[in-house]
Nanobody, 120 residues
Framework: QVQLVESGGGLVQPGGSLRLSCAVSGSILSIDRMAWYRQAPGKERELVALISSGRTTDYGESVKGRFTIARDNAKNAMYLQMNSLRPEDAAVYYC??????????????WGQGTTVTVSS
């Protein structure tokens, strides 16, 4: 069974940094685009950052210049380096990926989420 597993969330003070990781486990053919989303209490889920299979990146306006998305295709993993964290960055962060399981079929998967708390 193919799964996405996030790690790296936690409590950090404003201005601090965290690095989130997402690992793809199970039998897959390849990974297409990957992305991080987040959802704060009472708010809709929003795109934080996206990285294509060719490593083209895109970011939500609120995180540009502070967050960096990266992937390691050899490890089937994706990362989110978050710097200069603000209280409004606090949310549950979800890993999302489009996975090719055969040459003719793909699936969009979500991780279980990892919580980021930004507070002094």
């Amino acid at each position: 069974q193919v799964q996405l597993v996030e790690s790296g969330g936690g409590l950090v003070q404003p201005g601090g940094s965290l690095r989130l990781s997402c690992a793809v486990s199970g039998s897959i053919l390849s990974i297409d685009r990957m992305a991080w989303y987040r959802q704060a209490p009472g708010k809709e889920r929003e795109l934080v950052a996206l990285i294509s299979s060719g490593r083209t990146t895109d970011y939500g306006e609120s995180v540009k210049g502070r967050f960096t998305i990266a992937r390691d295709n050899a490890k089937n993993a994706m990362y989110l380096q978050m710097n200069s964290l603000r209280p409004e960055d606090a949310a549950v962060y979800y890993c999302n990926a489009l996975i090719w399981t055969t040459p003719f079929s793909n699936r969009e998967l979500w991780g279980q989420g990892t919580t980021v708390t930004v507070s002094s």
